[in-house]
């Protein structure tokens, strides 16, 4: 097969979690760039129609923060949707930065399942569903902070629930070779996402102090996740399973 044949992705469809902005959505282009049909989740309705303004997505809204949202998600996706040949788990986040000693076990809870819980529950029932057919591609969007505790971070469900993710990719990676699925991992850096222009919004100097980290002197461009979700999604990455692909300027090498 030519190599760029290997790269496309007519007659695959795929779901994206938390697709319908920033990481997610330059995610989704790729993959629909490349012929894939693909199913995007959201929270936020505006943000679902602002995404298909100019991309041909299906949307479904859901909040992946609830468990049982996520049950629904994939009831909806299995009788409507299916069959899922290629799914990202990358909806997740932060949202708290309360230190460890004053967390409520329901913060906690709730970073845990948005992160960890939710992926679990996709990847069971979208990924199991792709043993019968022999041929499957799942992506699980990790962190550096899944290696590395974040210094103004507090709290540590993040960094524990993107660790317990990077793990639980390399595990159901280790079961599913056997069925022709390809299970791994993507571990951003930092990006100039909504979300944390959001942070930089609010302390200016934030976005200074971190450039100064990474080697390239620079944040990561949203758009520049899309070629490796590709990668990862294609035939091309055919004998790579297990891996956690860090994608950071080198912030992790100093």
């Known amino acids: ?15 994206i979690t938390g697709g319908s902005r920033g990481l997610g959505l330059e995610m989704a282009k790729a993959l629909s760039e490349a012929g894939a049909e693909v199913i995007i989740t959201g929270s936020s309705e505006a943000n679902l129609l602002k995404a298909c303004e100019e991309w041909p997505f299906t949307t479904i809204q859901v909040d992946l923060s609830k468990p049982e949202e996520a049950e629904r998600l994939c009831d909806v996706v299995l009788n409507d949707h ?3 040949d290629i799914l990202i788990n990358n909806v997740g986040g932060r949202r708290i930065n309360t230190p460890t000693e004053d967390l409520a076990l329901e913060d906690w809870q709730r970073i845990i399942d948005l992160n960890l819980t939710q992926a679990f529950i996709l990847t069971k029932r979208l990924g199991g569903a792709m043993i019968p057919r022999k041929w499957g591609r799942i992506i699980n969007i990790s962190s550096i902070n ?10 540590r ?3 524990t629930s993107k ?4 793990m639980f990719t390399k595990a159901v990676a280790a079961d599913w070779a056997v069925h022709g699925i390809t299970v791994n991992a993507i571990a951003p850096g930092p990006f100039l996402t909504d979300a944390n222009r959001r942070w930089i919004g609010e302390k200016p100097e934030f976005e200074g102090e971190v450039t100064t980290s990474i080697p390239m002197g620079r944040w990561g461009r949203p758009e520049e996740i899309g070629p490796l979700a590709l990668y990862l999604a294609s035939e091309a990455s055919s004998f790579m399973t297990g891996s956690v692909l860090v994608l950071d300027g080198g912030k992790l090498l100093w």
Do not use: C, N
Not at 1 to 15: S, Y
Not at 146 to 155: H, S, V
């Open 163 to 166: 660790g317990a993710l990077t």
């Open 1 to 15: 097969m030519p190599v760029l044949d290997q790269f496309r992705l007519a007659g695959k469809r795929a779901l």
């Open 157 to 159: 469900s993040y960094e």
């Open 82 to 84: 299916p069959p899922i």
């Open 146 to 155: 899944a290696f590395w505790p974040g210094k103004a971070m507090r709290g």
